[in-house]
T-cell receptor, first 114, second 112 residues
């Protein structure tokens, strides 16, 4: 079973920030938080990951609470192309890799409207 | 780099038939995985491999076989197709030193 809880759907106006929450209250100390997205029926695409600290890359920011029981993915300026299902995944990683194992939940359908 | 490639894109099988879904990657990644995705659901891990000659079961391995004779290829075999195996199948690869998994475009399989 997935170890995360996400809202089923959210929407956001184009140009505004999209904030996608994720609960992972049973996360253990050596588990990372990963975010992937799946546009239409394509293969999932990696967005970002983090362990304890907040992270930012060219796609998004990841804010992890101090107790690590929840996190938020932020798309700072959402576009129509960001419409997708967003998956929050908690996974062990060994020396920088999940060893090819990811356990997906149902994710959040984000719809960006004009 | 082509990344992760999968063939075929679409396949229709009759119950009881067997077939192999092909997956190849040209990034010299050690880890490869197979997932299935049913309508409205997230992906579920079928089998994975941490290197040539080494495979292991994921969440839903029954009815599927895998082997990894080379770093590049990771075929998924359906021994006797059942309607419950109707799904979209995704292959993925990742390296030993990266958190990122790269996914292929998927194979849409229908079993009648």
């Amino acid at each position: 079973d997935a170890k995360t809880t996400q809202p089923t759907s959210m929407d956001c106006a184009e140009g505004r920030a999209a904030n996608l929450p994720c609960n992972h209250s049973t996360i253990s100390g050596n588990e990372y938080v990963y975010w992937y997205r799946q546009i239409h029926s394509q293969g999932p695409q990696y967005i970002i990951h983090g362990l304890k600290n907040n992270e930012t890359n060219e796609m998004a920011s990841l804010i992890i609470t101090e107790d690590r029981k929840s996190s938020t993915l932020i798309l700072p300026h959402a576009t129509l192309r960001d419409t997708a299902v967003y998956y929050c995944i908690v996974s062990l990683a060994d020396r920088g890799s999940t060893l090819g194992r990811l356990y997906f939940g149902r994710g959040t359908q984000l719809t960006v409207w004009p | 780099n082509a990344g992760v490639t999968q063939t075929p894109k679409f396949q229709v099988l009759k119950t009881g038939q067997s077939m192999t879904l092909q997956c190849a990657q040209d990034m010299n990644h050690e880890y490869m995985s197979w997932y299935r995705q049913d309508p409205g659901m997230g992906l579920r891990l079928i089998h994975y491999s941490v290197g040539a000659g080494i495979t292991d079961q994921g969440e839903v391995p029954n009815g599927y076989n895998v082997s990894r004779s080379t770093t590049e290829d990771f075929p998924l075999r359906l021994l006797s197709a059942a309607p419950s195996q109707t799904s979209v199948y995704f292959c993925a690869s990742s390296s030993q030193v990266s958190h990122e998994q790269y996914f292929g475009p998927g194979t849409r399989l229908t079993v009648t």
